[in-house]
Nanobody, 121 residues
Framework: QVQLVESGGGLVQAGGSLRLSCAAS????????MGWYRQAPGKQRELVAT???????DYADSVKGRFTISRDNAKNTVYLQMNSLKPEDTAVYYC???????????????WGQGTQVTVSS
């Protein structure tokens, strides 16, 4: 099994910055894509950013130019640097990873526990 552990959420004023981290652990043979999603109360969960094992990235239009996703493959960790934060960014942020595991060798997605990001005006 695989566990994803997030950190870095909190309260920040509009225009400020936060950096989220999510580390994967377990019987990991390989991690394919990793990403960040968010969900505000009463809203559907939405994609924020994704990154492949080759560091190709994709962003939601609402965050492009403000957020940066990156990963450290040696640490099985994905990051989300969030700059110029807006109140509309307030949500629970979830990390996601598609992981190929050993014992047995199988591919599936895993989710972090979620971390609250609150942006005040």
């Amino acid at each position: 099994q695989v566990q994803l552990v997030e950190s870095g959420g909190g309260l920040v004023q509009a225009g400020g910055s936060l950096r989220l981290s999510c580390a994967a652990s377990g019987n990991i043979l390989r991690i394919n894509g990793m990403g960040w999603y968010r969900q505000a109360p009463g809203k559907q969960r939405e994609l924020v950013a994704t990154i492949t094992s080759g560091t190709s990235t994709d962003y939601a239009d609402s965050v492009k130019g403000r957020f940066t996703i990156s990963r450290d493959n040696a640490k099985n960790t994905v990051y989300l640097q969030m700059n110029s934060l807006k109140p509309e960014d307030t949500a629970v942020y979830y990390c996601n990873a598609n992981v190929v595991t050993s014992f047995p060798v199988v591919s599936r997605t895993y989710w972090g526990q979620g971390t609250q990001v609150t942006v005040s005006s």
